[in-house]
C-alpha cells in the first residue's frame, strides 16, 4: 500500500466561496467564507460555518438573515479582500453596487452572477463556531446566465477556493453526467 | 438591473464529491454524497448531510465513525454508481480496493487520492435530514501528491460535482492567492 498518514487539519478539497452579506449598523457589509453546502433542497437550505465574532456574525445574529453572493473568477481580488479585512475597521459598503430582493435588510451583489437571500432557521454551536442553517427565500441570475432556465456554472464561472494552500481556481473540464455514467457499471460492483 | 429572480431550488455552484464508507452488516459500503463542508480545523471537524434513509445512514447511526474518500476524475464512472446505487440493493463492498487505518470499521478506499476517518461527534436533525458532525481522527493520501507536505488538489486532481445539472468536472485553472490578491485594494474599499 502506498498510502501514508498525513496531518488531519493538512489536507484540501475544491470548495465554492461566497461572500456573505449583512447589514451591520445600517451598512451593507460582506465577508467571505468558504464552508458553506446545501442541506436540503426543498425548502433550499444552506448551511454556513462562521467564526462567532466576526463582525458579520453580530449581524446576522441581529437581523437573523443573510445573502450568500456566488463571485465569478474576475471578482477574486474584491473576494479576497472582503476576507482580508474586518467590517470592524473597513467599510467595505461600497465596495460592490448593492440591490435588495424580498428581504428588506439582506444586501446582494450586483456583480455576482448568483445571489441568494436566506432567514436564519436555526444556529448550531460546533467547536466554538457558528453553524448557521438558512433558507433560501429568493434567488438572482441574470439572463445570460442561464441554459434551460437554470443558471449554468459553466457560463457563471463561478471562483473556487481550495485550502490549506489557499489558491483560487476556475472550474475545469466537462467530465460527465451523473446519473449516467454508472449505468455502464454492472450491478454486481 | 438586469438580475431576474430565479427558482430557490434551482442554483448550483461546485461542490467537491465524495463518498461516505461505512460498515453495514459487517462489509464495507460506500455512498456518494456532495453535501459537505469543513466546520472546524483544530481539530479538524466534517458536517455532511445525508437523508436519514440511506443504508449507509443506518451504519452510521450504528458504527458511530465514517470514512469520506475523495474520488479523482477517473473514478467518476464508480462514484457515480455508488451514487445510483443503494447498499440495500447492491453489495460494494469489492468495487473498491479497502484498507483500514487506525478505525477499525471505517472502510477507507485505496484508489483515492485523499481519505479520511472520522468518529461522529453530533448529529443534528435539519429538514428531516441528518447533518452529521464528524471530527476527522485519521487522514491519509501519497507521496506523490504531496507539495511541500500536503496533498496537492491539483495533482490530486479531484473531482467536481454541480446541482442541479448534475455534472461532473475538474478543477480548472489557477486564479490566484489568496490573503495575497486583495492587498491590491486600498483599505477604503
Redesign the interface.
Known amino acids: 500500500?502506498?498510502?501514508?498518514?498525513?496531518?488531519?487539519?493538512?489536507?484540501?478539497?475544491?470548495?465554492?466561496i461566497?461572500l456573505i452579506g449583512t447589514e451591520v449598523q445600517e451598512k451593507p457589509n460582506f465577508m467571505t467564507a468558504?464552508?458553506?453546502?446545501?442541506?436540503?433542497?426543498?425548502?433550499?437550505?444552506l448551511?454556513v460555518?462562521l467564526s462567532r465574532d466576526h463582525f458579520t456574525s453580530g449581524g446576522i445574529r441581529e437581523n437573523k438573515t443573510f445573502s450568500v453572493n456566488?463571485p465569478y473568477?474576475s471578482l477574486?481580488?474584491?473576494?479576497?479582500?472582503?476576507?482580508?479585512?474586518s467590517g470592524k475597521e473597513?467599510?467595505?459598503?461600497?465596495?460592490f453596487t448593492v440591490?435588495h430582493?424580498k428581504l428588506k435588510n439582506v444586501p446582494?451583489i450586483?456583480e455576482c452572477p448568483?445571489?441568494?437571500g436566506c432567514t436564519v432557521s436555526?444556529i448550531?454551536s460546533?467547536?466554538g463556531?457558528m453553524?448557521l442553517?438558512g433558507e433560501?427565500?429568493?434567488?438572482?441570475?441574470?439572463?445570460?446566465y442561464?441554459?434551460q432556465?437554470?443558471?449554468?456554472?459553466k457560463k457563471m464561472n463561478?471562483?473556487?477556493?481550495?485550502?490549506?494552500?489557499?489558491?483560487?481556481?476556475?472550474?475545469?473540464?466537462?467530465?460527465?453526467?451523473?446519473?449516467?455514467?454508472?449505468?455502464?457499471?454492472p450491478?454486481?460492483?
Request: net charge negative; charged share 20%.
Open positions: 500500500m502506498k498510502k501514508i498518514s498525513i496531518n488531519t487539519s493538512n489536507f484540501g478539497y475544491p470548495m465554492p461566497v468558504a464552508w458553506m453546502t446545501h442541506v436540503n433542497l426543498e425548502p433550499s437550505m448551511a460555518c456566488f473568477t477574486a481580488i474584491k473576494t479576497d479582500f472582503c476576507g482580508m479585512n473597513t467599510d467595505k459598503s461600497t465596495l440591490f430582493g446582494l450586483e448568483l445571489c441568494v436555526n448550531y460546533v467547536a463556531d453553524l442553517i433560501v427565500v429568493e434567488a438572482y441570475s441574470e439572463e445570460k442561464l441554459t432556465g437554470s443558471p449554468d456554472v463561478l471562483l473556487i477556493f481550495t485550502m490549506p494552500d489557499n489558491r483560487y481556481w476556475s472550474l475545469g473540464e466537462y467530465v460527465g453526467q451523473a446519473w449516467e455514467m454508472g449505468k455502464t457499471l450491478k454486481e460492483g
